[in-house]
């Protein structure tokens, strides 16, 4: 629910208050706002937003949730588009609903997005146009999305009790929890045809809209574009405005039995700042001074230890409307939760009083630049700039590029000091109203956590109030990443390829180096080993499901996490740990500048961690969190005793061990030859061998390490349906089984057959029968169990044997009739966007380019011909293979038992 943001979205600024020879905006004669930029990263991709200043707080007490309903009506059928005919543009452009197109409906705004290619432009452009005044409704349509809305209210109920119990801490007159975006359930049934369309007429009015297009484009061209096609939007007449919230007084608290997506209980001190949406440059400046506070505090609190509590952090949240919330987070530990809340209030006491040294000043703007910095070398795409665009239009929050807000802040800066510092806390603790949370995880016991009251916050206010306090300012010590480089290693062999090359080291090691695409491409990096949960010891599994979590958490080498983080902070360098079932490594990017710091992080990564019991801490709340949500029981229905996630106990988790999670690192890093690290956006090879070379290729082989597992198949089991629990919407998690070898254009086939299985089955739970609000498919390949599409859906409970009957159905009439020639072009069109998509997120390119290596037979080339293995024929092919009734397996929850002795097949043929 909370959102974490970077300063520049804090800064309030019109958008229309600047203009670049790359833009055009204005307001046609209707009253419609435009922006207009061009962008071509990536190159040939374009990205549309609609915002309209409509929402929830637009009902009347009956229409509780039409807002949001509109905009699903959206998605039916408009002037231009009929039934079915916004699936099909989308399809032709290698598009796919709920990924490309999409839309939310908040209090106050409906924002509609597309992401379509240079030749969908047009189309695009027309499709925005008639959602801003050409939808259409049908009777038929209605009623189908009111079941999809239904089912999302289920879905999201959780959720949604803690976003109303939020609101209504920040606004106790209800202004807002009483006008929730998601609505209410009778009110959604009791809306007739002719209301839901009287709303679209009198709120979607072209001066509450506005419209964004940024992209590969010519600015002045898409402008005539926009005009003619919005021309016709209706200018009014405006409804009456949003009536005035009342805000929040004095300290409230806010309190949640069970955050369910937290992986351990938070406590956290807060102050609210009101505003209206109107910004000026003194408003700015005081932003700006804000994020300036929030670091000064939490890098004072991350330098201390504490008994209480640990990770500090500060959090900035503006998810209810007109209202700024800054403050600063603690997990506390067992037992801690108001010994916690009372040591994170009493720093920041000592720092009103104290205030900070010209030294800890100077840091924290150093942090701040850096950080800012840092995103101007990385080219900023399309999308975030089309959000950024669309959040300034919707909320008021600044639309500068990362260039404007580095030349912004550094006017700032000399108003930065440490006295306007201590002036600003002091006068934010003695007016700004004040928020307390107490959030319980479901990981921890509720013993531990207890009960906190309003009468024991204003008893902490009092005892800080009156407290004697000395000490606090921060003594900095500056640390380097690596105090001593190691001695280089050796490139034993260089192999060149098309577009780059293999140098082999002499531990063994591999790396593959590709040419970047552009003059601007960060650099991409995956150091992928074959093996991870399957590979390692039993006594170790649990340990190496932990080792993410306990990754992010800990050091490096000599380095502590602070430590590490503060020599990271102004970087652009990103490496995240992922430990699959069948692989392991570290995925990430930096800039080209910087990637002799990533190369040394990878390093001390590839050694030996250190053990730290905070981290462990935190890595076992994670494990927990995750056995909670339990995304996993297909993959146990159909793997069995193989699937190395086990249940594991409470117990278990308590019992594991720092060297547990230190051992299972060691088993699966151990040895630098088998690690495979694959370099993107290399420019200059001759200038990234010699780094390669000491970084690299200085590692050794720890030759104590606990040893791998050889890498088997596992067959699958014999049990074939399953239930889980209970839940108030149904939820099925299939698998569809077929064990064979890997090699990558098996896998490229699995994508389109997982996209075809997608838009088959959204069409027959969703768009035929709205018994389905969500609906995911995508595919899995791995040397232990083969080839694995999947399929995750969600239904009313009463309706379980009638949507597994159905999708078993659709599975079979794919096995059995095969593909369409437009599902083939389709799906070779998202096959192509896929990996244009890839490309435009460094790591993730990486990735995929180390799998074509692994896999491909022709290594050559980074990617397969798509025209030549998705064919019509090859997708026949695939789904004969893949999709029979013995290799399906389900799971569900929510659901009573609905098949026979027969399980699946028993159901397939009626029984």
């Not at 203009?19 to 374009?46: F, M, R």
């Not at 002045?220 to 405005?241: K, S, Y």
């Not at 806010?254 to 505003?275: C, H, K, M, P």
């Amino acid at each position: 629910m909370l959102r974490y943001v970077l300063a520049a979205t804090l800064c309030l600024a019109s958008i229309f208050a600047f203009a670049t020879d790359d833009q055009k905006s204005g307001q046609l004669e209707n009253g419609l706002h435009y922006v207009i930029e061009h962008n071509a990263n990536p190159a040939g991709k374009v990205e549309l937003r609609l915002v309209v200043k409509t929402g929830s707080r637009d009902e009347l007490d009956d229409e509780r949730g039409i807002a949001h309903l509109v905009e699903h009506m959206a998605f039916r059928r408009t002037t231009h588009f009929g039934e079915g005919e916004i699936n099909r543009f989308l399809n032709s452009q290698g598009m796919r609903w709920g990924n490309d197109s999409n839309a939310w409906t908040s209090w106050e705004d409906t924002t509609y997005m597309l992401s379509t290619g240079k030749d969908g432009l047009q189309q695009g452009v027309q499709l925005m146009a008639d959602w801003a005044g050409g939808v259409t409704f049908h009777a038929v349509d209605l009623a189908l999305e009111r079941r999809i809305v239904q089912d999302e209210m289920r879905l999201r109920s959780a959720d949604t009790r803690l976003l109303m119990d939020w609101s209504d801490a920040i606004y106790p007159e209800r202004e807002y929890s009483n006008r929730m975006p998601i609505g209410e359930e009778a009110s959604i049934n009791g809306l007739p045809l002719d209301r839901v369309a009287a709303f679209y007429r009198r709120n979607y009015v072209a001066p509450r809209m506005t419209m964004i297009v940024v992209g590969d484009i010519e600015p002045a061209q898409v402008e005539e574009l926009v005009r003619a096609q919005f021309a016709g939007v209706a200018a009014g007449p405006l409804p009456a405005p949003w009536p005035v919230a009342v805000p929040q007084k004095g300290t409230a608290l806010f309190t949640n039995d069970q955050a369910r997506a937290l992986q351990r209980s938070q406590v956290g001190w807060y102050w609210i700042e009101y505003w209206d949406g109107i910004a000026t440059e003194a408003g700015m400046q005081r932003d700006w001074q804000h994020q300036l506070l929030l670091v000064l505090l939490q890098r004072r609190l991350q330098s201390q230890t504490f008994a209480s509590f640990d990770n500090p952090r500060w959090m900035s949240d503006n998810n209810v409307s007109h209202a700024q919330l800054r403050g600063l987070q603690v997990d506390p530990k067992p037992g801690q939760t108001l010994a916690a809340l009372e040591a994170l209030r009493t720093e920041i006491e000592r720092a009103r009083r104290i205030g900070f040294s010209s030294e800890e000043v100077a840091e924290a703007q150093r942090v701040l630049t850096g950080l800012l910095e840092t995103q101007v070398r990385q080219p900023q795409q399309q999308a975030a700039r089309a959000q950024a665009l669309a959040a300034s239009a919707g909320s008021g929050v600044v639309a500068d590029t990362p260039a404007q807000s580095l030349a912004r802040f550094k006017r700032y800066l000399p108003l930065l000091d440490a006295e306007r510092e201590k002036q600003l806390l002091d006068a934010t603790l003695m007016h700004a109203a004040q928020l307390v949370t107490a959030l319980h995880s479901v990981d921890d016991a509720a013993a531990d956590f207890g009960v906190v009251t309003d009468s024991d916050i204003s008893a902490i206010e009092n005892r800080v109030r009156i407290a004697t306090l000395a000490g606090g300012h921060r003594q900095l010590k500056a640390a380097k990443l690596m105090a001593v480089l190691p001695e280089p290693g050796h490139i034993v062999k260089t192999d060149l390829l098309p577009g780059g090359g293999i140098w082999t080291l002499g531990n063994g090691m591999q790396v593959r180096w590709q040419a970047p695409r552009n003059s601007n491409e960060m650099i991409g990096i995956a150091a992928i080993g074959i093996g991870g949960l399957d590979a390692l010891p039993k006594d170790l599994r649990l340990a190496g499901a932990a080792l993410s979590g306990y990754d992010v958490r800990v050091g490096a080498g000599k380095l502590t996490r602070l430590q590490l983080d503060d020599v990271l902070v102004t970087t652009s360098v990103s490496l995240v740990l992922n430990v699959n079932t069948d692989t392991h490594g570290y995925q990430g990017n930096t800039a080209p500048a910087e990637l002799e710091t990533a190369l040394q992080l990878l390093n001390l990564h590839m050694q030996p961690l250190p053990e730290d019991t905070g981290a462990r801490y935190a890595a076992v709340g994670n494990v927990a969190n995750k056995m909670q949500l339990r995304v996993d029981h297909a993959d146990m229905q159909a793997f069995g005793e193989n699937w190395p996630w086990r249940n594991w106990e409470e117990s278990d988790l308590k019992a594991l061990t720092t060297r547990q999670i230190a051992d299972a690192q060691r088993a699966l890093f151990g040895n630098p030859a088998a690690i495979r690290v694959t370099l993107t956006g290399v420019a200059d090879p001759a200038i990234v061998a010699p780094l390669v070379a000491r970084y690299l290729g200085s590692l050794t082989a720890d030759t104590a390490r606990p040893a791998l597992l050889p890498v088997k198949a596992s067959p699958a089991t014999g049990a074939h349906v399953a239930s889980y629990g209970s839940d108030s919407e149904a939820r099925f998690n299939w698998r569809f089984v077929q064990p064979q070898a890997v090699d990558a254009v098996a896998s490229w086939q699995a994508g389109a057959l997982a996209d075809i299985m997608q838009q088959r089955l959204l069409s027959a739970l969703r768009f035929d029968s709205g018994h389905a609000y969500t609906l995911l498919a995508g595919d899995d390949v791995s040397q232990q169990r083969g080839m694995v599409l999947s399929v995750f859906h969600t239904g009313p409970v009463s309706q379980c044997r009638t949507l597994a009957t159905r999708v078993l159905g659709e599975m079979q009439r794919l096995q059995q009739e095969g593909v369409t020639e437009a599902e083939v072009i389709a799906a070779r069109q998202r096959m192509h966007r896929s990996v244009a998509d890839a490309q435009q997120e460094p790591g993730a390119y990486a990735r995929m380019l180390a799998f074509q290596w692994r896999y491909m037979p022709e290594r050559s080339a980074p990617w397969p011909d798509f025209d030549q293995i998705i064919t019509q024929d090859s997708m026949q092919a695939a789904a004969r293979r893949w999709l029979g009734i013995d290799g399906s397996y389900l799971a569900t929850r929510g659901c009573e038992k609905f098949w026979g002795d027969d399980g699946l097949k028993g159901l397939l043929a009626g029984k």
